[in-house]
Protein backbone atom coordinates (compact mmCIF):
# COMPACT_ATOMS: atom_id res chain seq x y z
CA UNK A 1 0.00 0.00 0.00
CA UNK A 2 3.06 2.38 0.98
CA UNK A 3 4.20 1.50 -2.78
CA UNK A 4 1.21 2.87 -4.54
CA UNK A 5 0.86 6.11 -2.36
CA UNK A 6 4.56 6.82 -3.24
CA UNK A 7 3.81 6.21 -6.97
CA UNK A 8 0.48 8.28 -6.87
CA UNK A 9 2.40 11.26 -5.06
CA UNK A 10 4.90 11.03 -7.30
CA UNK A 11 2.55 11.39 -9.93
CA UNK A 12 0.39 14.12 -8.62
CA UNK A 13 3.64 16.17 -7.60
CA UNK A 14 5.04 15.58 -11.84
CA UNK A 15 2.03 15.69 -13.81
CA UNK A 16 2.02 19.69 -14.25
CA UNK A 17 5.27 19.27 -15.41
CA UNK A 18 4.76 16.43 -17.90
CA UNK A 19 1.94 18.30 -19.23
CA UNK A 20 4.13 21.30 -20.89
CA UNK A 21 6.82 19.21 -21.94
CA UNK A 22 7.57 20.01 -24.95
CA UNK A 23 6.47 23.65 -24.78
CA UNK A 24 8.33 26.76 -24.64
CA UNK A 25 6.59 29.65 -22.93
CA UNK A 26 7.77 33.40 -23.13
CA UNK A 27 6.36 36.35 -21.43
CA UNK A 28 4.39 39.22 -23.51
CA UNK A 29 4.79 42.61 -22.52
CA UNK A 30 1.58 43.40 -24.27
CA UNK A 31 -1.98 42.05 -23.69
CA UNK A 32 -3.15 39.08 -25.63
CA UNK A 33 -4.94 40.38 -28.78
CA UNK A 34 -1.24 43.09 -29.13
CA UNK A 35 0.86 40.26 -28.82
CA UNK A 36 -1.01 38.18 -31.01
CA UNK A 37 -1.06 41.43 -34.23
CA UNK A 38 2.49 42.06 -33.18
CA UNK A 39 3.48 37.89 -33.79
CA UNK A 40 0.80 38.21 -37.13
CA UNK A 41 2.91 41.54 -38.24
CA UNK A 42 6.49 39.75 -37.94
CA UNK A 43 4.76 36.69 -39.77
CA UNK A 44 3.77 38.41 -42.80
CA UNK A 45 7.79 40.96 -42.24
CA UNK A 46 9.60 37.55 -42.49
CA UNK A 47 7.26 35.98 -45.24
CA UNK A 48 5.58 33.38 -43.04
CA UNK A 49 2.05 32.51 -44.52
CA UNK A 50 -0.50 32.66 -41.63
CA UNK A 51 -3.48 29.98 -42.37
CA UNK A 52 -5.42 30.93 -39.44
CA UNK A 53 -5.91 33.29 -36.34
CA UNK A 54 -8.67 31.73 -33.88
CA UNK A 55 -9.77 33.29 -30.87
CA UNK A 56 -10.53 30.53 -28.52
CA UNK A 57 -11.94 33.31 -26.04
CA UNK A 58 -14.92 34.23 -28.30
CA UNK A 59 -15.19 30.70 -29.11
CA UNK A 60 -16.00 29.91 -25.50
CA UNK A 61 -18.21 32.67 -25.24
CA UNK A 62 -20.50 31.65 -28.35
CA UNK A 63 -21.36 28.65 -26.41
CA UNK A 64 -21.99 30.46 -23.13
CA UNK A 65 -18.55 29.67 -21.30
CA UNK A 66 -15.80 32.18 -19.91
CA UNK A 67 -12.36 31.52 -21.07
CA UNK A 68 -9.11 34.27 -20.10
CA UNK A 69 -8.22 35.76 -23.62
CA UNK A 70 -6.53 33.16 -25.95
CA UNK A 71 -5.44 33.46 -29.10
CA UNK A 72 -3.57 30.59 -31.47
CA UNK A 73 -1.74 31.77 -34.70
CA UNK A 74 -0.94 28.97 -37.40
CA UNK A 75 1.46 29.65 -39.80
CA UNK A 76 4.14 28.49 -42.00
CA UNK A 77 6.49 28.16 -45.00
CA UNK A 78 6.63 25.18 -47.28
CA UNK A 79 10.06 25.66 -47.55
CA UNK A 80 11.22 24.93 -44.06
CA UNK A 81 7.85 22.40 -43.32
CA UNK A 82 8.29 20.66 -46.65
CA UNK A 83 12.03 19.08 -45.88
CA UNK A 84 11.34 18.72 -42.55
CA UNK A 85 8.30 16.11 -43.57
CA UNK A 86 10.50 14.05 -46.16
CA UNK A 87 12.40 13.56 -43.00
CA UNK A 88 9.83 12.24 -41.10
CA UNK A 89 6.15 12.59 -42.64
CA UNK A 90 4.95 12.11 -39.21
CA UNK A 91 5.99 15.81 -38.31
CA UNK A 92 2.97 16.76 -40.63
CA UNK A 93 0.74 16.39 -37.20
CA UNK A 94 2.57 19.14 -35.86
CA UNK A 95 2.80 21.50 -38.74
CA UNK A 96 2.09 24.05 -39.38
CA UNK A 97 3.80 25.73 -36.63
CA UNK A 98 1.20 27.53 -33.98
CA UNK A 99 1.41 29.68 -31.48
CA UNK A 100 -0.98 30.66 -28.41
CA UNK A 101 -1.17 33.52 -27.00
CA UNK A 102 -2.74 33.37 -23.55
CA UNK A 103 -3.56 35.11 -20.55
CA UNK A 104 -2.78 33.62 -17.05
CA UNK A 105 -4.57 33.66 -13.86
CA UNK A 106 -2.50 36.39 -12.66
CA UNK A 107 -3.44 38.26 -16.07
CA UNK A 108 0.16 37.57 -17.19
CA UNK A 109 0.43 36.99 -20.98
CA UNK A 110 2.48 34.05 -22.35
CA UNK A 111 3.35 33.36 -25.82
CA UNK A 112 3.53 29.56 -26.48
CA UNK A 113 4.68 27.48 -28.79
CA UNK A 114 6.03 23.81 -29.46
CA UNK A 115 9.83 23.40 -29.08
CA UNK A 116 11.76 21.89 -32.27
CA UNK A 117 13.79 19.55 -30.66
CA UNK A 118 10.74 18.18 -28.51
CA UNK A 119 9.36 17.68 -32.10
CA UNK A 120 12.37 16.18 -33.39
CA UNK A 121 12.16 13.27 -30.22
CA UNK A 122 8.45 13.22 -30.89
CA UNK A 123 8.64 12.19 -34.65
CA UNK A 124 12.26 10.50 -34.23
CA UNK A 125 13.43 12.86 -37.08
CA UNK A 126 16.74 12.27 -38.37
CA UNK A 127 18.90 13.72 -40.91
CA UNK A 128 17.10 17.42 -41.05
CA UNK A 129 19.61 19.31 -37.82
CA UNK A 130 20.51 21.51 -40.18
CA UNK A 131 16.71 22.60 -40.48
CA UNK A 132 15.57 22.07 -37.25
CA UNK A 133 18.13 24.51 -35.99
CA UNK A 134 16.95 26.78 -38.19
CA UNK A 135 13.43 26.78 -37.49
CA UNK A 136 14.61 26.76 -33.55
CA UNK A 137 16.17 29.84 -34.48
CA UNK A 138 13.77 31.84 -36.14
CA UNK A 139 10.86 30.64 -33.64
CA UNK A 140 12.60 32.38 -30.81
CA UNK A 141 13.19 35.43 -32.93
CA UNK A 142 9.26 35.62 -33.99
CA UNK A 143 8.39 35.45 -30.62
CA UNK A 144 10.96 37.52 -29.04
CA UNK A 145 10.14 40.31 -31.55
CA UNK A 146 6.19 40.30 -30.57
CA UNK A 147 6.53 40.02 -27.00
CA UNK A 148 9.23 42.52 -26.65
CA UNK A 149 9.37 45.85 -26.82
CA UNK A 150 11.49 46.55 -29.84
CA UNK A 151 9.95 45.84 -33.03
Not at 75 to 94: I, T, W
Not at 107 to 115: H, L, T
Amino acid sequence: MKGLLLVALCWVVTWPLSAAEGVIDVKSAFGVEETADRLQTVLKQKGMKLFARINHAQGAASVGLSLRDTELLLFGNPKVGSPLMRCEQSVALDLPQKALIWQDENAQVWISYNDPGYLQSRHAISGCDEVLAKVEKALAAFVQAAAGEDM
